[in-house]
């Protein structure tokens, strides 16, 4: 077996079990945040609140074994590789949240799940991702991405800070969440890099304490999108769409790799991703119907908007 057959033996399952635990994760998360009053985006005693929930304990176990898995993902296989295959955390997260309010997943469920899994080995298997790199870039290249992610996360959180419609809160919390995961994500495959240079290599660069900084941040912004959105599917479809778009994009304009670009793939690629996203939205849309999450310890704000499936009316990534 050749170097990067076995880079990817070991980069595709970690890959996929690392989706696994995020998957799981969430929907842990996503409860436990609705068992505890409603606080305001960035409010840091939203983890006072939950500390000693048990479920949200679980879901902080399987977040750091999911993060763990994904860094060995990534120190072996490309950005174009392992960020795709996080999108089926959205898998695992609507049967782990079948699982706590006892009930099956229906047939359109299960639908969305294979339309996922199937238009992912399409885009893998059409894109024939090339390139390993984990060493970023240096100097103006890293201006065009990097500018048009600030602008992206800026404009999420915007729209979460200043709206009065929960539904539209709840989205630019998602959003934002999701930049900032595909982000930490391309900065965690340049220290995973570093860390097979030497264990003390990573503390030698800036892109360690950037990580350090960037991933508590998303994942304080996705313990609040949780919490305002009223059901967890539609949320976290933005955020699991978003993440891997993001990391595919640092793969490509700061890491040097790259994909199959000639006018066939492309088009193969598109409607691979098409059928990504309807799959998504299947999944997102009717995971809206069938949740019953638990009752909110804080009533609705009075004269806030009903929800439509992004967020809880009256609730403040």
């Known amino acids: 077996m050749s170097a990067t057959g076995v880079s990817l033996f070991v980069a595709v399952p970690a890959a996929?079990?690392?989706a696994v635990c995020i998957g799981l994760a969430s929907a842990a998360q996503a409860r436990a945040t609705k068992e505890v009053e409603t606080t305001k985006p960035?409010?840091?005693t939203l983890f006072r609140r939950l500390i000693g929930r048990p479920l949200w304990l679980i879901g902080i176990a399987a977040t750091l074994l999911g993060l763990g898995l994904q860094l060995a993902a990534l120190a072996f296989g490309p950005l174009l590789i392992v960020q795709p295959l996080l999108i089926t955390s959205l898998?695992?997260?609507?049967?782990?949240?079948?699982?706590?309010?006892?009930?099956?997943p229906d047939r359109v469920m299960v639908g969305g799940s294979v339309l996922c899994v199937v238009g992912l080995?399409?885009?893998i298997l059409i894109a024939r991702p090339s390139g390993n790199g984990d060493v970023l870039l240096t100097g103006?290249?890293?201006l065009p991405l990097g500018i048009a992610l600030a602008a992206v996360t800026a404009a999420g959180m915007v729209l979460a800070a200043f709206t009065g419609s929960g539904s539209l809160r709840t989205l630019g919390l998602a959003v934002a969440t999701g930049v900032l995961y595909g982000l930490t994500a391309g900065l965690m495959k340049?220290?995973?890099?570093?860390f097979r240079v030497g264990f003390d290599e990573p503390f030698r660069h800036w892109t360690l304490y950037l990580v350090c900084v960037i991933g508590p941040f998303g994942f304080l912004l996705s313990q609040n999108t949780f919490q305002q959105?009223?059901?967890?599917?539609?949320?976290?479809?933005?955020?699991?769409a978003l993440d891997p778009l993001v990391g595919v994009a640092i793969g490509l304009s700061w890491m040097g790799e790259s994909a199959n670009g000639s006018p066939l793939a492309l088009a193969g690629e598109a409607a691979a991703g098409l059928v990504i996203v309807v799959g998504i939205a299947l999944l997102a849309t009717r995971?809206?119907?069938?949740?019953?999450a638990p009752e909110p310890t804080e009533a609705a704000e009075p004269g806030s908007d009903p929800d439509d499936g992004y967020g809880l009316a009256g609730s403040t990534c």
Do not use: M, Y
Request: cysteine-free; glycine content about 8%; proline content about 4%.
């Open 229 to 240: 959105g009223r059901f967890l599917t539609p949320a976290l479809a933005v955020i699991t």
């Open 91 to 104: 898998i695992f997260a609507g049967l782990a949240s079948a699982r706590f309010e006892k009930r099956l």
């Open 140 to 142: 103006p290249a890293l």
């Open 190 to 194: 340049v220290v995973a890099g570093q």
């Open 287 to 292: 995971a809206s119907h069938l949740s019953a």
């Open 121 to 123: 080995a399409a885009f």
């Open 42 to 44: 960035l409010d840091l």
């Open 16 to 18: 996929v079990a690392g």
